[in-house]
């Protein structure tokens, strides 16, 4: 394990060393990770502190809001409204921008997260997660509006996860590879663990959500059905299944160990391209992947090359070792 050094340690040799990290960049981030802490306390009392369960409100996905999504959204906002690090923030969990109120001054970034994602794993003690990305604010004296949060993922200057999970761990990219930080509880910091985390180009693993194989297009259809053929079949080779149902973990451990993960378009709601949504899970998630030596797309294009429509556009996503993410586009040339 490397020595003992702080997320506030590898901030500031990361922006002394290489630049990467402006210091509004970095104070940006150093908030990110204390909500982070503040998020994985309330998680962590669980039926203690009477936060299980579901709110009495929908989200903007239609979905019913747990408790803690509530909570998790609340924490993100009040703590990066004031810092003057951020002109706005999008969550999962509003339905529009919210714009840093004129109170407080305006920085040059823009925030967006998925403040708890695998919300449904919650209430039965399974890992779930914060997701967050961040984008430069375009140049000009125009009031930001939610147009300024629609850039391609390429454009992302930061991006990472936290997973409360066995433990509290942050991951986090700014464009020189991947590190990851374990929240010491009895130091109350973060610590890095790992750096320069890097994914096996080729796995035996892949995670899907198995009973939706009925409504899968023809591709994916073909390429699970190849890998449960096993070592008899045209892969060669046995394969194991995976399934958290909470992206962050999923991804967690393919940063860890190799592997993929699959939420594919599927034909239950064909007007919609995928479950997952673009700005505040595919991207961030898809740039950590890349930046681990991995790779993120559709099936047929590169998830960080997308520009999107609107905030809270949906995606279909294809992402880890790289050379079985290239095997599974195969199927998709096919067609
Ligand atoms: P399903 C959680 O709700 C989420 O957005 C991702 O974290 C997760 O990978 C996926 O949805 C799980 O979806 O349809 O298997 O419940």
Not at 93 to 108: A, F, L, S, T
């Amino acid at each position: 394990m490397t020595q003992n050094i702080s997320l506030t340690r590898y901030l500031v040799e990361q922006q002394r060393v290489d630049g990467l990290i402006p210091s509004q960049l970095r104070l940006l981030l150093e908030v990110v990770a204390r909500s982070c802490k503040s998020i994985s306390h309330a998680v962590n009392k669980g039926a203690l502190g009477g936060v299980l369960g579901a709110a009495e409100s929908e989200n903007v996905q239609g979905e019913i809001q747990k408790k803690l999504d509530i909570i998790a959204n609340e924490v993100l906002i009040e703590a990066n409204e004031w810092g003057g690090h951020l002109a706005a923030m999008a969550s999962e969990e509003m339905e529009d921008i919210y714009v840093v109120p004129n109170r407080y001054p305006q920085g040059e970034y823009l925030l967006l997260f998925d403040p708890l994602d695998g919300s449904s794993n919650i209430d039965v003690n399974v890992s779930i997660g914060t997701i967050f990305s961040v984008l430069k604010k375009p140049d000009g004296d125009a009031a930001v509006g939610e147009a300024d949060f629609l850039q391609a993922g390429q454009h992302q200057v930061a991006a990472g996860y936290c997973v409360y999970g066995p433990q509290t761990t942050l991951v986090l990219t700014v464009g020189n590879g991947v590190a990851m930080f374990t929240l010491d509880r009895e130091q109350g910091s973060f610590v890095l663990t790992q750096e320069n985390v890097q994914i096996p180009p080729d796995t035996q693993e892949f995670a899907i959500n198995m009973s939706n194989m009925r409504h899968w297009d023809t591709p994916v259809q073909r390429y699970v059905a190849d890998c449960l053929q096993g070592a008899d079949g045209p892969r060669g080779k046995d394969f194991n299944m995976r399934w958290i149902a909470s992206m962050v973990a999923d991804v967690h451990r393919i940063l860890t160990r190799g592997g993929v993960f699959l939420y594919p378009w599927d034909k239950r709601e064909p007007g919609k391209p995928g479950k997952l949504r673009l700005m505040y899970e595919a991207n961030p998630m898809g740039w950590l992947i890349e930046q681990a030596g991995g790779a993120a797309t559709t099936g047929t294009q590169r998830i960080l090359d997308l520009t999107p429509s609107k905030l809270h556009e949906r995606v279909s996503v294809i992402l880890g070792s790289k050379n079985e993410v290239a095997h599974i586009g195969s199927y998709f040339s096919k067609l």
